[in-house]
Each structure stands twice: as C-alpha cells, then as structure tokens.
C-alpha cells in the first residue's frame, strides 16, 4: 500500500515525498482485502483519511488499529489530551513529549470570561483521572508518543471538557484551528478540529467533529430536537470553513442518514434486520435512531440533509457503485460519517469501516485520490 497524503489542505510550500511501498497483512477476516493483498498505485495520487473515536477504547488496540491502516491522517473523537498544548491546540512532535499537568493545579485564567475555554483544557480532575471515562491522566501523552513514532508529526487537538476531538498528519500542516460549534450544552462543549494541507498543487481541509446526543435523551421533542441541536452545530462549522475549497468532514454525527444507501438485495435486507434488532434489544432506541423509512422527520430537518443542501457528499456517495456500510457503532447503526463538499479533483476509490473491538466506534477508512 503506498503511503500518501490525506486530504486537508493549506499554505507553507513543502516539498512532499511518498515512497512507493507494499504492505502485506496475514489473512484476517477483520482486514480488508485491499489491505490484506497490499496496493501498489501512484502514491502521488492516493490519499487516506482515517476517522476513529477512541471513546472506551483500549490504548494498546487502538493503537494497533491505527499502526495496521497505517493512514496519512487521521481523525479521532472523545480523546482526553492532558495540558500543554497551548490556546492553538496545535502539536508538534518536534516539541518533545507532552507531560500531564501536575495534579489539582487549577486552570490559568485571566478574568471570569476565559474560565469555560480554560476548563475545556483543564481535563483531568484532582484525582488524576480524565473526567467521565476511566482513562488516566497518562494516556493523552502516552497516545501523542506512540503516534509520532508512528510518523503522525503534527496536529491539532480541539477541547471539548472532558475530552476532545484530534487531527494528526504525517505530512505538514499549513494552518490548524479550532472551532466551537456549541458552548456549554450540558455541561459539554461541542467543538471541531481543523487543518489545511496541500497536495498535488490542491487546498485540502479535514475536520474532525463530534455533534451533540444529549439533546434527544433529556429533551421534550426527542429525535426532532436532537436533530435541530446537531443542524444548528453543523451549520456553524460550515460557517468556519465555507470558503475552503476541498472539506473533508470526518467524526461522530450521532445519528444515521436518511440516505443510507443499500446496493444489494441483501445489503438492503441486513439494513432492515439491523433496524429490527435495534429496537428489539432496546426499546429506549426509537428515542435515538428512528427506523430508516420514518416519515415523522423530513431530511432537511436533520443535520446530515441540511449538509447535503450545503453541498456535502457522503464519501459512499461518490463510490463508483454507492454503498454505504451497514453500521460503526455497537447499536447497529452508521452514525459516524465522512462528509465531502468540493473537490471536483478528488475522488474517493475506497470507502468503508474496519472492524475492531478497540473501541464502541469502528474506524471509517477512507482512500482518496487528488489530481
């Protein structure tokens, strides 16, 4: 498989590499075969993005999902970074190993306005565990020095109080920034990571995002308000990159698409079946995932068709033969989701999850091709 650049785009001229190389995989039914067989294609053409939440993961099997689809970036959601990344966000192996903050120090504020952004970066309580979730307050360093040795050198982290979302590149990054996308909405903020690139002479931007859940559990309307809260959330990062010309949105929409394409009778019956048991091993799921064919929410009332009015694609939308994949979460449903909006040089030649038990997420693989 050639090692390449992965879409996202932007500034600083940089002579960029790609090494012709073929990786071969023993013969697991959870590799793919593209991988398993190994690729030997123009590596100045291929491009790979990997989206993977590391929510109630293991470290070490994320770790070996991520060395395994060797991607040129990546995108993770739900990751606990410990302090030291300054107000950018922005990494750099180059910097040296990132330290936890000492324990029960209290986040550096300079008036009553800073503390919410302040909070979001102080994420681990005085206990010395990252807030809601069982990992130390170890692992966002540890997860930084593995993945640069990985050759993952630069990025950017985007706090979002207890954990946030990361984009990381083995390639250069000409700008990196933040984006809050919705401010203290149950105790969470909603937040979004963003870097540029460029490759093959063409301005790459990838995101890595993750919009609210809470809103359907605790409110009134269910589905429908969760649905509005996650519209009003995308539509606030569109508003940040709107003049970007190829965006890659990658992350935990937390909801399927009315879209969801099936390209087989029996793709569309695994869908259905897939609806059923949902349902059946979990009454409380109507309240999260509506069945596929529900007329009670139209399209344009949800986060991912109102994306679609903006020009976003589905990255299976663009698949030679659309086929979305069945799910990438433990409930059955495909609520992680790759979002492409220009890009009329970019095409998508393979799109599809990797099974893996590191996380309640499997990761979306993404191969790009940038002319």
């Keep these: 498989m050639a090692r390449s650049l992965a879409p996202l785009a932007a500034a600083a001229a940089a002579a960029l590499e790609f090494p012709r190389r073929r990786v071969r995989c023993e013969d697991r039914s959870d590799v793919p075969r593209w991988l398993r067989e190994g ?6 053409r291929q491009a790979k993005i990997q989206a993977y939440e590391e929510a109630q993961a293991s ?6 999902a991520i060395e395994t689809l060797d991607a040129d970036v990546i995108a993770l959601q739900e990751v606990g970074i410990p302090d030291g990344l300054g107000d950018s ?8 190993e990132l330290t936890p903050k000492k324990v029960g120090s209290a986040p550096d504020v300079a008036d009553a306005a800073s503390l919410v952004e302040a909070m979001s970066r102080q994420l681990f309580d005085s206990t010395g565990v990252a807030l809601g979730s069982a ?10 020095k593995h993945l640069s040795h990985l050759g993952y050198r630069e990025g950017v982290y985007s706090p979002a109080f207890r954990s946030g979302q990361l ?3 083995r390639y250069p990054l000409e700008h990196v920034t933040t984006v ?27 995101v890595s995002t993750h919009l609210d859940v809470w809103a359907e559990m605790r409110g009134y309307f269910g589905m429908a308000e969760g649905e509005a809260i996650r519209l009003l959330e995308f539509e606030a990062l569109h508003e940040a990159t709107k003049e970007d010309r190829n965006v890659i949105v990658l992350g935990d929409f937390n909801a399927p698409s009315q879209r969801q394409a099936s390209c087989s009778p029996l793709h569309a019956e695994g869908l ?7 349902v059946q091993r979990d009454p409380k ?4 995932f509506l069945p596929r064919d529900s007329p009670r929410i139209p399209e344009e009332m949800t986060a991912l068709g109102f994306a679609q009015k903006l020009g976003y694609r589905h990255a299976w939308q663009h698949l030679p033969v659309p086929c979305a994949p069945l799910y990438s979460h433990w409930s059955g449903q495909l609520i992680d989701h790759c979002l492409l909006r220009g890009g009329a040089k970019i095409r998508v030649s393979h799109f599809d999850v990797f099974h893996t038990d590191a996380s309640d997420h499997l990761p979306l693989v993404i191969d790009l091709e940038v002319d």
């Design 39 to 44: 690729v030997d294609q123009d590596p100045s």
């Design 59 to 64: 470290m070490a099997r994320i770790l070996e």
């Design 89 to 96: 966000g922005r990494w750099s192996a180059k910097d040296g």
């Design 135 to 144: 990992k130390t307050k170890e692992d966002g360093a540890v997860l930084l």
């Design 167 to 169: 984009v990381l590149s």
């Design 180 to 206: 809050m996308l919705d401010r203290n909405r149950a105790d969470e903020n909603r937040t979004a990571a963003v870097v540029r690139l460029r490759h093959n002479n063409e301005q790459l931007t990838v």
């Design 272 to 278: 259905r079946l897939i609806d059923r048991l949902s």
């Design 285 to 288: 799921a109507l309240r999260h």
